[in-house]
């Protein structure tokens, strides 16, 4: 049989109180077989790097957006206010979108910190008019900010002409997951 071993703090002058809950059903804490610290609550800047602090998810808009010829539009957005300027931001970001009016149109999938690229995913092809694709890339941010941070997925398109493409339908999706540093 093990034994529990409460030990004060040399130095401390403060009390430690384990306090049964206000219940009429009994509870069992058993701790992991490790040494370290248990941590039930607190504030972010407690928990380790490499957890998720908060998680903001946006799915695609109900409406539409379309583009004819080449450049970048705005498919989703959505923002997050990291705690701690060591703190990173993972962007995952899927947009499907379908080419209109003709073939051979070139897209790309975006992301970006405001007005600033990120990332790109590579060139799709949609070969035929109203074919389909769905396109995805991430990106580890470091905002090294504690304000209001938004983030976009755009889809971009290389090729020029005057067939166009179509995004949205709900098929389109942002994530965001604040990383402690």
């Known amino acids: 049989m093990s034994n529990v071993v409460i030990q004060g703090d040399a130095s401390g002058t403060g009390n430690f109180t384990i306090a049964a809950p206000n219940s009429n059903t009994d509870r069992t804490l058993t701790l992991p077989d490790v040494a370290g610290t248990v941590l039930t609550s607190g504030s972010n800047a407690d928990f380790p790097a490499g957890s998720v602090l908060q998680v903001v998810h946006v799915d695609g808009p109900?409406?539409?957006v379309s583009k004819t010829g080449a450049g970048s539009l705005t498919v989703?957005?959505?923002a997050i206010t990291p705690s701690s300027t060591s703190n990173k931001v993972l962007v995952l970001g899927t947009a499907y979108a379908v080419g209109v009016g003709g073939s051979n149109t070139w897209l790309q999938i975006e992301i970006l910190r405001g007005a600033t690229t990120l990332r790109s995913g590579p060139y799709q092809g949609i070969s035929l008019?109203?074919?389909?694709?769905?396109?995805?890339?991430n990106h580890l941010d470091s905002p090294s900010t504690t304000s209001e941070t938004t983030y976009h997925v755009n889809i971009a398109r290389g090729s020029s002409g005057t067939n166009g493409w179509d995004a949205g339908a709900s098929?389109?999706?942002?994530?965001l997951m604040e990383i402690a540093g």
């Open 62 to 64: 109900a409406s539409t």
């Open 76 to 78: 989703l957005s959505a």
């Open 129 to 137: 008019a109203n074919q389909g694709a769905a396109l995805a890339t």
């Open 171 to 175: 098929r389109s999706s942002i994530t």
